[in-house]
């Protein structure tokens, strides 16, 4: 049993400062089962990223704009396999994989530049002429009966610049002649190697009849990865810029009332209040709780 999916977009996109930008994409999705629990999966897909408006226009705040962005053009591939399975009717188990090949040209990244003092940085948004990404991903479930699932997924991804010569500054269109340092360099801020597991339990009638209570928990992991280009800087890579490795624990309560009208949830974010940063390596806010209230006006039969 297979089945194929083809699909077509196209995108226009105008701006203030008179560039316009029009994109055609396409692409096709083909899944077949081998056998009943195992399927194989495969699609191509031709996209096209146009700027976001920050990017093109800045925030007035960390990000300068660039009306020069050109939109991002890319080449996916994927290959991907699927085996669900059970021990019995209530041990239930789901095995996903997947790897990744992508060319991107005029890939959009974001790289820091000097602000109005010496120890000041801000972003803005550029283009490398090409970047080739390589990589896996897998997924692991597991349920028992209807209340209790637990999952982890893990990715690895190698993004390479395969930029060779670097534009001279002030010179649209100019390039140096000589090979470019960081030229198949990995990309900077991006990490690499990440995943997360979680968990939940589900439980019924909790207090009163229709009333349900689900408690989860997530893990978070990001490995260390590159601040700036790593071919740039120290010789020695025990001394150049990274963000740190990070791991964090959120806990979550969701108690629903009256058949799901009423519902009151309660998050717990990096309970142990451990230090996680973003991509440029701006420390995030640290353990964080969070309630949430919704009711239902009406609900559908």
Do not use: C
């Not at 920050?54 to 996916?76: F, H, I, R, T, W």
């Not at 789901?94 to 040209?105: E, F, G, H, P, V």
């Not at 990715?155 to 269109?173: A, E, F, R, S, V």
């Amino acid at each position: 049993q297979f089945s194929l999916n083809a699909f077509g977009k196209y995108i226009t996109m105008s701006n203030s400062v008179g560039k316009t930008t029009e994109k055609l994409g396409y692409g096709m999705a083909l899944s077949y089962y081998i056998i009943p629990d195992l399927q194989l999966r495969t699609s191509y897909e031709m996209t096209n990223r146009v700027p976001e408006a920050n990017e093109v226009y800045g925030d007035l705040e960390n990000q300068v704009g660039n009306s020069s962005l050109k939109a991002e053009n890319s080449d996916n591939v994927n290959l991907g396999v699927v085996y669900g399975f059970k021990l019995n009717d209530i041990n239930r188990f789901s095995i996903t994989a997947n790897a990744i090949y992508r060319y991107s040209a005029d890939f959009i990244y974001t790289r820091l530049v000097g602000g109005t003092s010496a120890n000041q940085y801000l972003i803005t948004a550029d283009n490398r002429e090409g970047v080739r990404t390589t990589g896996v991903d897998g997924e692991i479930r597991y349920s028992y009966k209807n209340w209790l699932s637990a999952g982890a997924t893990v990715t690895y991804q190698m993004l390479k610049n395969l930029q060779k010569h670097d534009p001279i500054p002030g010179q649209p269109g100019m390039f140096y002649d000589a090979e470019s340092d960081v030229y198949l360099d990995r990309m900077p801020n991006i990490p690499y190697f990440f995943g997360n597991a979680d968990v939940s339990a589900s439980f019924s009638n909790v207090g009163k009849k229709g009333n349900n209570l689900t408690v989860g928990y997530n893990m978070l992991f990001v490995n260390s990865f590159w601040l700036r280009w790593p071919s740039l800087g120290s010789a020695t890579a025990e001394t150049k810029y990274v963000v740190p490795t990070q791991l964090s624990h959120d806990l979550n309560f969701v108690y629903s009332m009256n058949n799901g009208r009423y519902n009151v949830s309660f998050e717990a974010r990096n309970i142990f209040d451990k230090a996680v940063f973003d991509n440029y390596s701006l420390q995030k806010p640290g353990r964080a709780f969070y309630l949430n209230l919704r009711y239902f006006f009406k609900q559908s039969q």
